[in-house]
């Protein structure tokens, strides 16, 4: 399974379907942080809300990369179950690339943090990684083995990401309908950092809406193989 996950990243790389991702990910650092300097909190809150659909939609172009007959193979292969699951850890690892990028940025070269470091430094984190669970599972159910065209990919996509805003507002009717994406970055953007049990919170939503999501993406592609 380790071969297959560094195949598909390899394919990944190597195809120029990382390029257009990375490129919009800088940008979206580059117009966050270009403005002034904040707090770490602040800054990092809105910088992995922002992620959000850049992280789905790197996930789904990596999932995409793949031939279905190259597909098929590696199924019959390793099996259903870790071709599957081969697919998510390689979207995660290059996930965690972008989320390092996004930590480092408003340090250098943007120099867009003010005032004490921790604990938004760790807040921070969390939320990059909150963010790159629910990417990586909004990515994977909008991908071509799920969804079979390029339309409803995209309209997936776009639908899951508008979503997530719209419905973590303040406010929202169904919150929890949607990762907290939105709620991580209310959080962090007050002067007073978040208790230990909205950390808590926020973490089991985000766990429960991947689970879901992607118990979803397993259904849908066992029968759709």
């Known amino acids: 399974m380790i071969a297959l996950v560094l195949m598909r990243l390899t394919a990944f790389v190597r195809g120029g379907r990382a390029i257009a991702p990375v490129i919009t990910a800088l940008v979206v650092l580059g117009l966050i942080h270009g403005g002034g300097q904040s707090s770490a909190g602040s800054a990092y809150g ?4 922002m992620l959000f ?3 789905a939609w790197q996930a789904k172009l990596l999932l995409d990369t ?3 007959v190259q597909r098929q193979l590696a199924r019959l292969t390793v099996g259903a179950r870790r071709e599957a699951v081969a697919g998510i850890l390689a979207a995660l690892a290059v996930g965690l690339a972008f989320c390092l990028v996004a930590m480092l940025a408003p340090w250098w070269p943007l120099h867009a943090i003010r005032g004490p470091v921790h604990p938004g430094l760790e807040w921070g984190l969390l939320a990059h990684l909150l963010a790159l669970a ?3 599972a909004l990515g994977a159910l909008a991908s071509r083995p799920v969804t079979r065209t390029i339309r409803t990919g995209t309209t997936v996509l776009v639908t899951g990401s508008v979503l997530a805003v719209v419905l973590g507002l303040s406010g929202s009717v169904a919150p929890w309908l949607a990762p ?3 709620a991580t970055a209310r959080a962090l953007a007050t002067e007073q950092l978040p208790s230990a049990g909205t950390f808590w919170l926020l973490t089991a939503r985000t766990v429960l809406w991947c689970a879901v999501m992607l118990g979803l993406y397993a259904r849908l592609r066992r029968s759709r193989a």
């Open 46 to 49: 809105y910088s992995a809300a």
């Open 180 to 182: 907290p994406v939105m």
């Open 66 to 68: 793949e031939p279905d």
């Open 134 to 136: 629910a990417g990586v």
């Open 53 to 55: 659909p850049v992280l």
